[in-house]
């Protein structure tokens, strides 16, 4: 079983930067692929982006194509979210998730995921 633990959160400005860090315990090769989550209070938890194991292909909503970059340092373990010019329709919860190709219908979709992190708090003030 995997577990996962985000940081990195905090709050900033308008047009600021921040970079999201899940760090991964448990046995790595249980896992397809990682991604990260948002939810706003009152929203429903929605996907940002998500990344296969090797790293290979990358996956991003819409609102956050070309601002946000997702990493996978399989050495260290470690799930990343780089979020540059941040908005503050992006400021939510953020969770790291992990899980295995069979599960749910697409890789931004919560039910592809069967393990996920705390959560961090993100609030982007204008």
């Known amino acids: 079983q995997v577990q996962l633990v985000e940081s990195g959160g905090g709050s900033v400005q308008t047009g600021g930067s921040l970079r999201l860090s899940c760090a991964a315990s448990?046995?790595?090769?249980?896992?397809?692929?990682m991604g990260w989550f948002r939810q706003a209070p009152g929203k429903e938890r929605e996907g940002v982006a998500a990344?296969?194991?090797?790293?290979?292909?990358?996956y991003y909503t819409d609102s956050v194509k070309g601002r946000f970059s997702i990493s996978l340092d399989n050495d260290k373990m470690t799930l990343y979210l780089q979020m540059n010019n941040l908005q503050p329709e992006d400021s939510a919860v953020y969770y790291c998730a992990a899980g295995n190709w069979g599960l749910g219908t697409t890789i931004l979709g919560q039910s592809a995921y069967n393990t996920w992190g705390q959560g961090t708090q993100v609030t982007v003030s204008s």
């Open positions: 448990g046995h790595s090769s249980r896992r397809d692929y």
């Open positions: 990344i296969t194991s090797t790293s290979s292909y990358q």
